[in-house]
């Protein structure tokens, strides 16, 4: 095959994927209109539309749709070749994409990410922050994080950090102007900061358990986030209660800036996982990284 065909194939796949010229321009490391002017040529030597493009998407045709069955598990197999050659020199090298929580980045990979990529200097690490249940097959990530209880029969998990406390916390300003909630019920009369699930577009539920008994309360509040960090900020600057992590939480407890509250009440998940698909081919890039960041109970 002519080069210029296989970089047409290959710029063709990557937009199908990302069903944005944008993003497979980002991807591939060229501008949106040179990948605009690839395609078009392509589509014109094959007389033929593979792209159907609107103002806010792009998606495949027929056509389209076709040529990505045919020639998809072509250039997975390359990548795969690519990836074993790799395993032959001193070290694995390459890219490792994960999806993970606002919070994940902090509490997992934070403190360990400097030793691993000073052991390993020719493995790239690309960390996206989306808090919803991304796809990580469609979005060709190697791997998500969630808390363990999230994950699907049907994918590997790795598990990656210890349990996960959770607690509210507001500043000492704000408890003296509206005093402290004794019980998860009396949170209906506090100005609570919630957070927006991505997925879904809902509120999320505080969840409490006591006593064995586990139930979710609606906070109400006059701001909504779509991330812990920013709804920690708001709690230091005494807009409201947050509900966060304990480990994210703790400095702040420790040095006076925050207080706890219902702490009998707030529950404990499990920790952190890496999970993939079953059936993916793991890069030797990929397996150091979830090796070295394979949690070891103490």
Same mark, same amino acid.
């Given at each position: 095959?002519?080069?210029?065909?296989?970089?047409?194939?290959?710029?063709?796949?990557?937009?199908?994927?990302?069903?944005?010229?944008?993003?497979?321009?980002?991807?591939?490391?060229?501008?949106?209109?040179?990948?605009?002017?690839?395609?078009?040529?392509?589509?014109?030597?094959l007389g033929v539309r593979l792209l159907s493009r609107t103002t806010r998407d792009v998606?495949?045709?027929?056509?389209?749709?076709?040529?990505?069955?045919?020639?998809?598990?072509?250039?997975?197999?390359?990548?795969?070749?690519?990836?074993?050659?790799?395993?032959?020199?001193?070290?694995?090298?390459?890219?490792?994409r994960i999806v993970c929580p606002d919070d994940a980045v902090n509490l997992v990979f934070?403190?360990?990410?400097?030793?691993?990529?000073?052991?390993?200097?020719?493995? =790239?690490?690309?960390?996206?922050?989306?808090?919803?249940?991304?796809?990580?097959?469609?979005?060709?990530?190697?791997?998500?994080?969630?808390? #363990?209880?999230?994950?699907?029969?049907?994918?590997?998990?790795?598990?990656?950090?210890?349990?996960?406390?959770?607690?509210?916390? #507001?500043?000492?300003?704000?408890?003296?102007?509206?005093?402290?909630?004794?019980?998860?019920?009396? !949170?209906?009369?506090? =100005?609570?900061?919630?957070?927006? !699930?991505?997925?879904? #577009?809902?509120?999320?539920?505080?969840?409490?358990?006591?006593?064995?008994?586990?139930?979710?309360?609606?906070?109400?509040?006059?701001?909504?986030?779509? =991330?812990?960090?920013?709804?920690?900020?708001?709690?230091?600057?005494?807009?409201?209660?947050?509900?966060?992590?304990?480990? !994210?939480?703790?400095?702040?407890?420790?040095?006076?800036?925050?207080?706890e509250v219902l702490a009998d009440w707030c529950p404990t998940s499990q920790g952190y996982?890496?999970?993939?698909?079953?059936?993916? =081919?793991?890069?030797?890039?990929?397996?150091?990284?979830?090796?070295?960041?394979?949690?070891?109970?103490?």
């Amino acid at each position: 095959m002519p080069r210029d065909e296989f970089s047409e194939m290959r710029a063709f796949l990557e937009v199908a994927r990302q069903r944005s010229f944008t993003r497979a321009a980002a991807k591939l490391g060229v501008t949106r209109s040179a990948l605009s002017h690839t395609i078009r040529a392509m589509e014109e030597r094959l007389g033929v539309r593979l792209l159907s493009r609107t103002t806010r998407d792009v998606a495949t045709t027929a056509a389209g749709e076709r040529l990505v069955e045919s020639i998809e598990p072509h250039f997975e197999s390359i990548a795969a070749g690519i990836s074993a050659i790799s395993a032959l020199r001193g070290k694995p090298s390459g890219q490792v994409r994960i999806v993970c929580p606002d919070d994940a980045v902090n509490l997992v990979f934070r403190p360990r990410l400097p030793a691993f990529l000073r052991d390993y200097p020719d493995i =790239n690490v690309e960390l996206i922050v989306d808090n919803g249940f991304t796809n990580i097959v469609e979005r060709q990530f190697d791997a998500g994080v969630r808390l #363990g209880e999230a994950i699907a029969r049907d994918m590997v998990a790795v598990r990656i950090g210890p349990d996960v406390g959770y607690c509210v916390v #507001g500043s000492p300003d704000y408890f003296a102007r509206r005093g402290a909630p004794k019980s998860p019920q009396d !949170l209906t009369d506090h =100005n609570c900061i919630n957070l927006r !699930l991505p997925s879904s #577009g809902a509120l999320y539920a505080w969840e409490f358990r006591k006593n064995g008994r586990e139930f979710s309360v609606r906070v109400d509040g006059q701001l909504t986030l779509n =991330n812990i960090a920013p709804a920690l900020d708001a709690a230091l600057d005494g807009i409201g209660l947050a509900y966060a992590p304990k480990d !994210l939480v703790q400095p702040y407890v420790e040095s006076g800036r925050l207080e706890e509250v219902l702490a009998d009440w707030c529950p404990t998940s499990q920790g952190y996982h890496l999970y993939y698909p079953s059936r993916r =081919n793991q890069s030797p890039a990929f397996a150091a990284f979830a090796a070295a960041f394979r949690y070891q109970s103490r």
